[in-house]
Nanobody, 123 residues
Framework: VQLQASGGGLAQVGASLRLSCVAS????????IGWFRQAPGKEREFVAA??????VYKDSVKGRFTISRDNAENAVYLQMNSLKPEDTAVYYC???????????????????WGQGTQVTVSS
């Protein structure tokens, strides 16, 4: 499977963006899909994941971000509302076919990564 992330851009504080992660080569219907982000000089961090166990979010994005899946489009989305400057990062989507639930927030648990899309939130 290959992943293509898109939808990033420049947004003002409080605005919204929707990131898309479109898969090709194989259906991701049964995969766990995660969104991660990496700010300059920082480690890549978990943002959200969607899998057979449901959804899970990083605490700082709960209530603002929503991860969802569209099986017909073979895609996963990350709706980001009420954006803050600290949300600025390159966002990556990742897929795992047989993810162990306890490792869902660990980058090493994912097999396939998209190329990343830049999100910049300006105040």
């Amino acid at each position: 499977v290959q992943l293509q992330a898109s939808g990033g851009g420049l947004a003002q504080v409080g605005a919204s963006l929707r990131l898309s992660c479109v898969a090709s080569g194989h259906t991701i219907r049964t995969y766990t899909i995660g969104w991660f982000r990496q700010a300059p000089g920082k480690e890549r961090e978990f943002v959200a994941a969607l899998g057979r166990h449901g959804t899970v979010y990083k605490d700082s994005v709960k209530g603002r971000f929503t991860i969802s899946r569209d099986n017909a489009e073979n895609a996963v989305y990350l709706q980001m509302n009420s954006l803050k400057p600290e949300d600025t990062a390159v966002y990556y989507c990742a897929a795992s076919e047989r993810l162990i639930y306890s490792t869902r927030s660990e980058p090493s648990a994912y097999d396939t990564w998209g190329q990343g899309t830049q999100v910049t939130v300006s105040s």
